[in-house]
């Protein structure tokens, strides 16, 4: 079965610290993998995805993401990070083989930055 | 560009009622999903449309859920008689649908539904 799995709930980071948000998948076959942020009463804004080719993947406002095959894993990451990014975020993965189309998200990480 | 629209933005509805709450996906997008977003569930999948092909209905928590989309576009997500565990925030989102590829879902801002 698919899964995600996303081992913290909260991450605390100072700002101008560099910040990472963790995730680790199970799928069958090669995955489809995304990152959403979710700002309070709004819907989740799409991040980075990383469908083939390398592995580092740059995204949004200045986010990016590593693939790693043999960890399945798909750690968020940002170099500096910024009170405006606290926030919770969402790992995603679509199995890319048998049709299916929806994704399974992770539980969620509430990334909290400090001035 | 306009991105996907939900409305109501919120719902506060009473026990045993029925719901409506309707999707307008990007124009272009043939794939339209809804999920479910509550507390103890996380985000869950509900149903996925893609043009004309018969929807994947495996998410669908009862038989108190349907969804409907026409004209390949603006859809409707019904919940009949309502139940205090449907309150969560809805959520639809689209994409353009290259087989094989990743396409990516932009999501709505969601409906709050809040079941008394």
């Known amino acids: 079965a698919q899964s995600v799995a996303q081992p913290e709930d909260q991450v605390n980071v100072a700002e101008g610290n560099p910040l990472t948000v963790k995730c680790t998948y199970s799928?069958?076959?090669?995955?489809?993998l995304f990152w959403y942020v979710q700002y309070p009463n709004r819907g989740l804004q799409f991040l980075l995805k990383?469908?083939?080719?390398?592995?580092l993947v740059k995204g949004s406002y200045g986010f990016e993401a590593e693939f790693n095959k043999s960890q399945t894993s798909f750690h968020l990451k940002k170099p500096s990070a910024l009170v405006s990014d606290s926030a919770l975020y969402f790992c995603a993965v679509r199995d890319r083989g048998g049709g299916y189309n929806k994704l399974i998200f992770g539980a969620g990480t509430r990334l909290a930055v400090h001035p | 560009g306009a991105g996907v629209s939900q409305s109501p933005s919120n719902k506060v509805t009473e026990k045993g009622k029925d719901v409506e709450l309707r999707c307008d996906p990007i124009s272009g997008h043939t794939a339209l999903y809804w999920y479910r977003q509550s507390l103890g569930q996380g985000l869950e999948f509900l149903i996925y449309f893609q043009g004309n092909s018969a929807p994947d209905k495996s998410g669908l928590p009862s038989d108190r859920f349907s969804a409907e989309r026409t004209g390949g576009s603006v859809s409707t997500l019904t919940i009949q008689r309502t139940q205090q565990e449907d309150s969560a925030v809805y959520l639809c989102a689209s994409s353009l649908y290259p087989r094989g590829e990743g396409e990516t879902q932009y999501f709505g801002p969601g409906t709050r539904l809040l079941v008394l």
């Open positions: 990383y469908i083939t080719g390398d592995n």
């Open positions: 799928v069958s076959g090669n995955p489809y």
